[in-house]
């Protein structure tokens, strides 16, 4: 009977799998960055396309370093150091020194990730990890916006890009006036809003025509390179969604007590950063929530937080630290969001 | 309220789609296998207690007649499938794993597919439902979709439940398995004595046949054979992966849950196998005992995929050469993809709950490397029960066995297989479960 000499090959079920890789759903996450890194450089030039490289490889070379020390295999290839590197660069303003991305990507991959075990250990997003510790060390050099499509972006670097380290960035403001087009200056919306109660509309918002951060002055991109990885199933639509479902419900709230002091929920969606970290850095996977109501608590508590910051801190950008806020919170959001199973009995057996 | 039939197809929450691989196979008309040279049964075939054996060594047995008896309520006997000789009654290996007490039969030569006629007949309509149940007992009879509870256990009702429907599981959700899909297209009239069986042993009044919509013709097939009073209907479901779990079924077609760790008597259901009834339609009115099922044997390693009858106790070995298995190096399952077993040799034989052999040239599975949970809450999103697979896996690697008990409801988990389908990160979610619930046992045991 033993015409056949069979090797089996034990293992246990399921037997299929079909999932993308980690490394599949970073590069993706990658890809769909992307076209708002190309918007960047075309709106702030060389000096923006420097940043993006240094905080990148920063990022990347900081993750080698650190998994040959410990003796890991290098975790490089997952592309997650890439998003992290990304992500940052985006939320830095466009002038920023380059030695301090250089410092700030270093600090969130060692300080943000792989203190905490690398990938999947991270409780707070590496990325604004690097973003919070940079904003406290360079709180001058992280608040000075130059204007965006000035005339000689690509042949220019922004006065303060390449500042020595530990050298006094050389002042922006002279230079901006110089080169600002028409209706451009380096003050942010929220600045604008804050300090001198000014309104942008709500289109130049949507359009991305207004000074900030790096990545996060088009709303339209950004919800367009959102929706691509939503359809892909690489992000978690519920967390955007919830994100600017609190923001939208708090500012509404405000605006409604008092229209003449408080902004509209539009301005308050549209602008600074809130768009690009709703979509791309509170729904960072590891560092949110994974039960449905947790989602949607998180969300909502990232929003209201930004708008709360917005209103009344001292600070013009406050989702970032709204969003670290909701990721210490993530543990016990999810303690107590646990979801009702299927034939869930009613308050017993619970002996724990 | 289920609300996902308001909108279209019945169907539960969550769950996954893998692709069916039924095509190979469900076209093909049940074909009787030959007999092996040595059929090896194993005396533990079914949950509850192992049957006892009552023949000795080179006692001379006929197809049909008992050779193990049931040792009390909560076991079934094991009739011979074949004419032969008891070779031996010892140890083989199963494919449980280890080595299992087992009665070994050398075939005559001259075994025939008759099975004798005892003459005995028994008309259900004149039995009580005790008399009943006794009678699904001495069939012998499991539950053929793979979990083997003895049949008559789950008809034996307690006084004080009450059972409004009996629900017929033709759903097959298992990918590859066509067995079922045949048995319902060729053997109705055994298939609706036994639901009528089935009916009267649990006093229900109605039955539903649940099959899910990839199977459309069986449901046009069985349509014209139902009674005109409406107490057998037949539904559609939407296919998808776990429909065939009883607690997925009795959501989509009722929207009734089964309480967590309870039976769905509990709430006025009996749900059993299409294959299940159809042998006891065959079996119970002619007291005869289960001697053999239908098995799919598919996969890209066999050169003849099909549906076969084959005796209980057939060894592995023999099945595959029948279907001309190709290539040297493979998986062989036990089942389905998703919940079967791995043979671990060529001399394990199938038993009453084998509803299938797949043999996988090459994997179908890469063996990626285990990355850490990335929490992209895919598990939570697949899970059928609603559980919290991602956590419940970071607890399992802490080994926090209790907690996932205790508070994460894992014996919830029946094993389906949909998180570890859908990780990213390769973790291998059901058999951290697996053993999570094993060790639990173990130390109730202890403790107890």
Redesign the interface.
Known sequence: ??????????????????????A??MRNVVYALLPLVIYSVYHFGISALALILVTTLSCILTEHFFCTMSGKKSTIL?ASAVISGLLLAMTLPPGFPLWMGAVAGFTAIAMGKTLF?????NIFNPALVGRAFVQAAFPVSITTWTPALAVDRFSEFIPSTLALPFMHPLPTAEWSARVAIDGFTGATPLALMKFQGIMTNSYDLFMGNIAGSTGETSTLLILVCGAYLIFKKML?WRIPAAVIFGTAVSAELFYLLDPLKYPTPAFMLLSGGLMFAAMFMASD??A?P???LG?FIFGCLVGFLTVIIRLFGGLTEAVMYAILFGNAATPII?TYT????????KKN???? | MNLFNLFGKKSFPHG?H??TYKEQTQAKITRRLPFA?EIIVPLAQSIGRPAKAIVFRGQHVVRGEIIAEADGFMSVPIHAPVNGTIKAVDIASTAKGGKQPAIIITTSLNSGQQIPDSGEHCDYLQMSREELVKAVQNTGLVGLGGAAFPTHVKMAIPPDRTIHTVLVNGCECE?FLTTDHRVMLEQIDNLLLGIRIAMRTVAATKAIIGIEDNKLNVLAAIKLYLPDDGTITIEAVETKYPQGAE?MLA?SLLGI??????LPSEVGLAIFNVATLAELGALLPVKQGLIERVITITGDGVKKPGNYLAPIGTPV??L??YAE?IG??????L?G??????????DVPITKGTGAL?V?DK????G?DI????????C?QAC?????P??LGLLAAKRQYD?ME????LN?CF?C?CC???????I?L??YF?IAKTLNRERHLQNS
């Open positions: 009977m033993a015409k056949h000499d069979l090797k089996i090959d034990i293992r246990t079920s399921p037997y299929i799998r079909k999932a993308p890789t980690v599949q759903i997952d075990g690398g990938l999947g250990f978690d996977m590891v949110s994974v039960t449905p989602i999810e646990q979801p009702r199973i299927y034939g869930a009995r057996q619970d002996k724990s | 996954i893998p692709d040279d990918p607690k959501y849950e089964i309480p967590s760790g309870g070995r023999f595959l050469e298995f040297a190096e493979a998986e062989l399952i089942g993809p998703m919940m079967g077993m791995p043979a671990r040799s060529l797949l996988l994997r179908a599975t890469k990626d990355l850490p949970c990335i929490k992209c809450t895919q939570l059928p029960i609603n559980l919290n991602s956590e907690i205790e508070q994460y409801h919830d094993e297989g570890s389908y859908v990780c990213p990160s390769n291998p059901v058999q697996r």
